[in-house]
């Protein structure tokens, strides 16, 4: 389904998200190049930032070309394969997300409960690990989907009621007994919503505990500050997802749907380099002497 029926919109539309595109990738690239050129910023917390870039930037790039490409063609056809690869990669980027935002909390309760132990605990190869269930999750979560969208034998000449292959959208084409599919999606939500978001929360439950046992006033600031981005990310992304579900479900208009699943997978990964940049002095620091040394090469 397009964005809007409104010819004289499309240029408009085109535009405007071809430039939320360009900066949310500059936005993320900038961060992972910062990262990796400045060797104090070899930390676990900066090493899961940066994969967090990374992972926006690649889901973003599962669905904004194919809706430009929608947008100058007037055509929202898309092949069997497109939508199922489109699909299974959409499932992987907003896993990860999820996982790595989890991981982020953790990292930042070992930092701030456990400051002694830090270095000993989040060690390289730990943070690899770390990162590398949180890819296989995500990769069972894809491939769970598929199992129930391949399930679905008239899958020909349908409508889908978004601007991409939501899986969601695209489960509500089964015509046959959905119970066992509704199982399964309760589960995966339980294990990659729930689970997760009760996490972050027992995290930060510690966390704010253990502040006030810090001695000083600087420590407590460094505290809010290191913990500040990261929450403020945690919300942007999981009240977006909260919004496109309720949306869903209390009203029955796929234009609503859609600009609430545009707020969640242009909109979002956008504003995370803006608010990771905007309150973290390190990153803007490197950025800024990233930026003197192109300039005045």
Do not use: E, W
């Amino acid at each position: 389904m397009s964005l809007t029926d409104d010819p004289d919109l499309q240029p408009v539309l085109f535009d405007l998200f071809l430039s939320m595109y360009l900066v949310t990738v500059l936005g993320n690239l900038l961060i992972i190049l910062a990262v990796s050129s400045d060797s104090h910023l070899h930390t676990p917390m900066y090493f899961f930032l940066s994969i967090l870039s990374f992972v926006d930037i690649c889901f973003i790039s599962t669905t904004a070309p194919k809706m430009f490409v929608d947008i100058q063609t007037q055509s929202g056809m898309i092949s069997y394969v497109g939508c199922l690869t489109q699909m299974s990669l959409y499932a992987i980027f907003v896993c990860m997300d999820d996982m790595i935002l989890t991981v982020m909390a953790y990292d930042r309760f070992v930092s701030i409960c456990h400051p002694l132990h830090y270095q000993v605990i989040m060690n390289s190869r730990l943070c690899g690990f770390l990162t590398l269930v949180s890819f296989l999750l995500s990769l069972l979560d894809s491939q769970l989907h598929n199992l129930m969208i391949l399930q679905i034998t008239s899958f020909k000449d349908v409508k889908i009621s978004s601007f991409f292959c939501d899986p969601s959208q695209l489960l509500n084409l089964s015509c046959s007994d959905t119970s066992s599919d509704n199982i399964v999606r309760y589960f995966l939500a339980a294990v990659y919503g729930f689970f997760p978001f009760s996490g972050i929360i027992f995290s930060y439950y510690k966390i704010i505990s253990s502040i006030p046992r810090i001695p000083f006033t600087g420590g407590k600031y460094k505290a809010f500050s290191t913990c500040g981005s990261h929450l403020a990310v945690v919300c942007v992304f999981f009240g977006t997802a909260s919004g496109v579900y309720l949306s869903s479900a209390a009203s029955h208009s796929p234009r609503k749907g859609t600009v609430a699943s545009v707020m969640y997978t242009v909109v979002t990964p956008m504003l995370n380099p803006f608010i990771c940049s905007l309150r973290n002095r390190d990153i803007k620091n490197t950025l800024r002497r990233f930026h003197g040394r192109i300039f005045y090469s």
